[in-house]
């Protein structure tokens, strides 16, 4: 497939007559790189903290090796196949990816500009869904079983007390990507997007190859919607 620049990539003064640089994350930026980092690096610490604490509950480690080896595999090389290659940031270059969220991250796949198909999308859902959960679901299993065989009283306040922040931290993640990250991304195509549909197709309009591309994939607007 052609190798297509995204304007993203261009020289920034084409951005000067550009309506769409607040609806958008449209460039590079180490503040939101920074500010995504600062919340979910800590949420998924917490996940092997709670998935570690249900291992030694339930006297086992298979709660802590599968959320390890499933969180893995996907930061290093699932999530960059169904999500993050289908990104105009995932264009630029590189073995790593270099983007306002997972920057750092194996860049192993070819940039693919087609929209995310349902297949990957319902991957997406299933593998991100697990991770989120699964360690509030272990958590829960471990007090249980704390409870269960008659545990000290603290080692299960202890339990429900990791399992509870899990949860918290799990809405705390999601609204908060919502609102600063997913109604402003370019990543079109994925089902946490939220960006309003008249700037989807002005960010499209504007790249001409992309817009394209994309109705060659299937997509139709009954009318060219317009951004205020």
Avoid at 88 to 96: A, E, L, M, N, R
Avoid at 205 to 213: A, G, V
Wanted: hydrophobic share 45%; aromatic share 12%; net charge neutral.
């Amino acid at each position: 497939m052609e190798k297509l620049t995204p304007c993203m990539w261009e020289d920034e003064s084409i951005c000067e007559d550009c309506s769409l640089s607040n609806d958008l994350n449209c460039r590079y930026d180490d503040e939101l790189v920074s500010c995504f980092r600062s919340r979910h690096i800590p949420f998924r610490i917490l996940g092997f903290v709670v998935t570690g604490a249900a291992s030694l509950a339930v006297n086992s480690l298979w709660p802590i090796l599968v959320f390890t080896l499933v969180t893995v595999l996907n930061f290093t090389l699932i999530e960059t196949w169904y999500l993050c290659r289908h990104c105009p940031f995932y264009w630029k270059d590189g073995k790593t990816l270099y983007c306002i969220t997972l920057k750092g991250i194996p860049r192993l796949w070819k940039y693919h500009p087609a929209p995310i198909r349902k297949p990957k999308q319902y991957a997406m859902m299933v593998v991100g869904g697990f991770i989120d959960l699964f360690p509030i679901a272990a958590g829960a299993l471990g007090v249980w079983v704390l409870v269960s065989g008659g545990a000290d009283v603290t080692l299960i306040a202890v339990m429900i007390a990791f399992t509870l922040a899990m949860l918290v931290g799990s809405a705390y993640l999601g609204k908060f990507l919502a609102d600063r990250y997913c109604a402003k991304c370019v990543n079109l195509s994925c089902v946490m997007n939220r960006v309003p549909k008249a700037i989807a197709y002005e960010y499209l309009r504007r790249n001409p190859s992309l817009l394209e591309i994309w109705k060659t994939c299937g997509y139709e607007w009954d009318e060219e919607p317009t951004a205020e």
